[in-house]
């Protein structure tokens, strides 16, 4: 059991570029979520999944997006990178539903735009 | 909206004293309340959460936080801190029928040997 594993642990990318960070959990959670911490900021909500073919913007999703056509994958793609984009990047996943459950999360993915 | 404080930036604690984060939230309804631990390089971890029940909650790794509804705080506490207690410590909040959690922006504890 793997749990929440991210790929790829870092990343530079130039300006205008484009990627996809990927996040895959074996926990057959239904509800996903990406954030990205910032220092001194903590983490904010991107995007959050509650289920394969279901997702929802969170608290700063411009210049992302988000596709959820299975329960174990929640990839995160940058169409045109910025440097506001650079960030370190947390995938979590939670048991549904309920609101008691945890978040488990991924080790994170370190992103340099440059 | 929802939110959360964690006031200080950083915490210095001698090893073998007691350990104390502070965490007040505000939110709407009866809140679910999450500590999380972060080491660096590393995701977060889950420590402790508070749901219903006794306002005294006990977690991972020695520590403990105690729900007041009055002062609407949730404070983390460890009777003896150890150096390798070290690490980015984060409250975070969900409102009941929420499934969103809302993060403070995380206190800096250094543990000096």
């Known amino acids: 059991n793997a749990g929440v594993t991210q790929t790829p642990k870092f990343r530079i990318l130039k300006i205008g570029q484009s990627m996809t960070l990927q996040c895959t959990q074996d926990m057959n959670h239904n509800y996903m979520y990406w954030y990205r911490q910032d220092p001194g900021m903590g983490l904010k909500l991107i995007y959050y999944?509650?289920?394969?073919?279901?997702?929802d913007k969170g608290e700063v999703p411009n210049g992302y997006n988000v596709s959820r056509s299975t329960t174990e994958d929640f990839p995160l793609r940058l169409e045109l990178a910025a440097p506001s984009q650079t960030s370190v990047y947390f995938c979590?996943?939670?048991?549904?539903?309920?609101?008691?459950?945890?978040?488990?999360f991924g080790p994170g993915t370190r992103l340099l735009v440059l | 909206a929802q939110s959360v404080a964690q006031p200080e930036d950083q915490v210095n604690v001698a090893e073998g004293n007691p350990l104390t984060v502070k965490c007040t939230y505000s939110v709407s309804g009866n809140p679910y309340l999450f500590w999380y631990v972060q080491y660096p390089n590393r995701g977060l971890q889950f420590l402790l959460k508070?749901?219903?029940?006794?306002?005294l909650v006990k977690g991972s790794y020695g520590f403990e936080a105690e729900f007041n509804k009055s002062q609407t705080s949730f404070h983390l506490k460890k009777p003896s801190a150890l150096v390798s207690d070290s690490a980015l410590y984060f409250c975070a909040v969900r409102p009941y029928g929420n499934n969103r959690l809302a993060f403070g922006k995380g206190n800096q504890v250094v543990v000096i040997p």
């Open positions: 999944s509650v289920g394969a073919g279901i997702t």
């Open positions: 508070y749901i219903t029940g006794d306002n």
């Open positions: 979590a996943s939670s048991a549904s539903p309920g609101g008691q459950e945890t978040q488990y």
